[in-house]
Nanobody
């Protein structure tokens, strides 16, 4: 079955940057849309961004201009570059593969201090 492993989370000050990575295995990675979601304490999981197999991207309004999703099919990895981070970006970030049912990674915690 598909496995997704996220990395790159951590503690950063407001205005800083982080890059999340999600390595996929047991999947023909290039065929599938990939996404990043996040879930803050007490909130529902929400879509942050997705990237289609053709490279088309879509972002939640609150991260447009600050976050960039990309993929490298050669290494079966999707990335989320996060710049100008804000305290409200604090959440557990999850990688998702649409195969077509959604498969989730285990999540990586991002904490942005003010």
């Amino acid at each position: 079955q598909v496995q997704l492993v996220e990395s790159g989370g951590g503690l950063v000050q407001a205005g800083g940057s982080l890059r999340l990575s999600c390595a996929a295995s047991r999947i023909i990675f290039s065929l599938y849309k990939m996404g990043w979601y996040r879930q803050a304490p007490g909130n529902q999981r929400e879509l942050v961004a997705f990237i289609t197999r053709g490279g088309t991207t879509n972002y939640q309004d609150s991260v447009k201009g600050r976050f960039t999703i990309s993929r490298d099919n050669a290494v079966n990895t999707v990335y989320l570059q996060m710049n100008s981070l804000k305290p409200e970006d604090t959440a557990v970030y999850y990688c998702a593969a649409y195969v077509p049912d959604v498969v989730w990674g285990q999540g990586t915690l991002v904490t942005v201090s003010s």
